[in-house]
C-alpha cells in the first residue's frame, strides 16, 4: 500500500501542505487553512490533521483538530495548494477542488461535511460545536449529471441552488441540509440537532422522469427535498 506523508505537526514548516479558502464577509476576509497529515494512494481517502483559522495577514487566530472519521476522498493521488474565493450570503456549500469535501457557514459556526457527516466550529474560537456521522445508509444511491435542489415547506420554497451530481450542502433559513446520494438529512444549523434523515428510495424518483430529465422529491419531516437534473447522453 503507498502511502504519501503530507505532513506530521501544525508547527512544521518543512513538508507541510496545506490548502486556503477564502470566504470575503461584509466586515472581514475569512481563510481557513486545511493540514493534509496522510493521504493513502489506494482509497484516495485524506486524513485532514487539523483546520486553522487565520488573518489576511497572516496572523493564526486558532488551530482545531478535526474528527477522526472526517476522511474527504480525493480524485487523484496529488494535492496542489490552490485558493478559494467565498462570497457571503452564498449559502450553498463549496467544494474543495478533487476532495469531495465542503462547507458553508452559518450563524457563527463553520460546518464542513463529506459523504460519512459533518462538524461545525465555531468561527470565533474554533471550539467543536457538533458532529454528526451518517448512519443510515441505503443500497440503492441517486445521481444526474447537473441540476438544481429546492427545499419545499408546505407550498412554500425556502431555498434553491446548484446540485451537481445530485449531491447537496447547503444552510437553508435555519437548517443544514445534507444530500449524498444515499442519505438525506435535515439539521438545525445552530445545536446541529437531527431533525428528520431519510435513506434513499427509488420511489422517491418521480415516475415522469425520463432520461435525460430527472425529477426526484425526499421527505424529510414538514421538509421536501426536490432534486431537479439531466443525466447527459453519451
Known amino acids: 500500500m503507498h502511502r504519501v506523508r503530507l505532513s506530521h505537526t501544525l508547527a512544521a514548516v518543512v513538508g507541510l501542505t496545506s490548502v486556503w479558502a477564502i470566504a470575503q464577509p461584509r466586515t472581514e476576509l475569512l481563510l481557513l487553512k486545511l493540514n493534509f497529515a496522510q493521504l493513502n494512494c489506494d482509497s484516495r481517502k485524506v ?3 487539523a483546520i486553522a483559522r487565520a488573518s489576511p495577514d497572516g496572523h493564526l487566530h486558532w488551530v482545531a ?25 452564498e449559502q450553498r456549500g463549496y467544494d474543495y477542488e478533487n476532495l469531495g469535501m465542503y462547507f458553508v457557514r452559518t450563524a457563527g459556526n463553520l460546518v464542513f461535511a463529506t459523504s460519512g457527516g459533518m462538524f461545525a466550529l465555531h468561527a470565533s474560537d474554533g471550539k467543536l460545536q457538533f458532529e454528526w456521522v451518517t448512519n443510515k445508509t441505503s443500497e440503492d444511491s441517486y445521481s444526474f449529471d447537473a441540476g438544481h435542489f429546492e427545499v419545499h415547506r408546505g407550498g412554500t420554497i425556502l431555498c434553491t441552488g446548484k446540485a451537481d ?16 446520494g444515499h442519505l438525506a438529512a435535515v439539521l ?19 415516475s415522469s422522469s425520463t432520461i435525460p430529465n430527472q425529477l426526484a422529491r425526499i421527505p424529510l419531516g414538514n421538509l421536501q427535498l426536490v432534486l431537479r437534473g439531466m443525466v447527459f447522453v453519451r
Do not use: L
Open 188 to 206: 438545525d444549523a445552530s445545536s446541529g440537532k437531527v431533525i428528520s434523515e431519510t435513506a434513499w428510495r427509488k420511489n422517491f424518483r418521480d
Open 65 to 89: 483538530p478535526v474528527p477522526t472519521w472526517f476522511m474527504p476522498r480525493a480524485a487523484e493521488c496529488e494535492i496542489s495548494p490552490w485558493v478559494k474565493v467565498w462570497h457571503e450570503p
Open 165 to 180: 451530481g445530485a449531491r447537496v450542502f447547503t444552510s437553508c433559513k435555519n437548517y443544514i441540509v445534507f444530500f449524498d
Open 47 to 49: 486524513s485532514i490533521q
